[in-house]
T-cell receptor
Framework: GAVVSQHPSRVICKSGTSVKIECRSLDFQATTMFWYRQFPKQSLMLMATSNEGSKATYEQGVEKDKFLINHASLTLSTLTVTSAHPEDSSFYIC????????????FGSGTRLTVV | QQQVKQSPQSLIVQKGGISIINCAYENTAFDYFPWYQQFPGKGPALLIAIRPDVSEKKEGRFTISFNKSAKQFSLHIMDSQPGDSATYFCAALSGNTGKLIFGQGTTLQVKP
């Protein structure tokens, strides 16, 4: 079946540095990818939608300059957390819309970001 | 605005019992209703999904019941097993926006 690979699975960074998270669709082309953020024991909150070759669409309240999204190819989307601070520590999950049809969404395994 | 409301927040069921999780939605533009299972430290995995033109869908021990007029849907896990212990999320999708909106989640514990 469709697989979305997300890396790294866990990252610890110092406050003020930037971190890049990669999301790759394996064996299928993902026209649209989504990025979610999940705090402990909470639900997934949609951060942004990225379409290959165009600018990402951010949800209300999400800082575009802090969370940079690039979807340069049909198999790769990246999320860069810029000038990270401890409050950015969270579980970030990507999702790709792909070969299962318009309603097929496959999720990555998530990235645990800890900013110290 | 919480567009998909899920209950209960947590659920404890004995092995072999039936686990029932309920969701309600507001936006009539939603046209796809999936359920996801998530284990700690992992991304959610699709369990089962239903379209609004169907009132029930069954896959193995998992059944979705859908009530379009009430704008409610539920997940039934029959013969619950300890391995089913996880967090379950209902979700709703609008084909127009392509955005998947999640419920608050239900932590299920199945006791042996």
């Amino acid at each position: 079946g469709a697989v979305v690979s997300q890396h790294p699975s866990r990252v610890i960074c110092k406050s003020g540095t930037s971190v890049k998270i990669e999301c790759r669709s394996l064996d299928f082309q993902a026209t649209t990818m989504f990025w979610y953020r999940q705090f402990p024991k909470q639900s997934l909150m949609l951060m942004a939608t990225s379409n290959e070759g165009s600018k990402a669409t951010y949800e209300q309240g999400v800082e575009k300059d802090k969370f940079l999204i690039n979807h340069a190819s049909l198999t790769l989307s990246t999320l860069t957390v810029t000038s990270a601070h401890p409050e950015d520590s969270s579980f970030y999950i990507c999702s790709a819309r792909g070969p299962l049809g318009d309603y097929g969404y496959t999720f990555g395994s998530g990235t645990r970001l800890t900013v110290v | 605005q919480q567009q998909v409301k899920q209950s209960p927040q947590s659920l404890i069921v004995q092995k072999g019992g039936i686990s029932i999780i309920n969701c309600a939605y507001e936006n009539t533009a939603f046209d796809y209703f999936p359920w996801y299972q998530q284990f700690p430290g992992k991304g959610p995995a699709l369990l089962i999904a239903i379209r609004p033109d169907v009132s029930e869908k069954k896959e193995g021990r998992f059944t979705i019941s859908f009530n379009k007029s009430a704008k409610q849907f539920s997940l039934h896990i029959m013969d619950s097993q300890p391995g089913d212990s996880a967090t379950y999320f209902c979700a709703a999708l609008s084909g127009n926006t392509g955005k998947l909106i999640f419920g608050q989640g239900t932590t299920l514990q199945v006791k042996p």
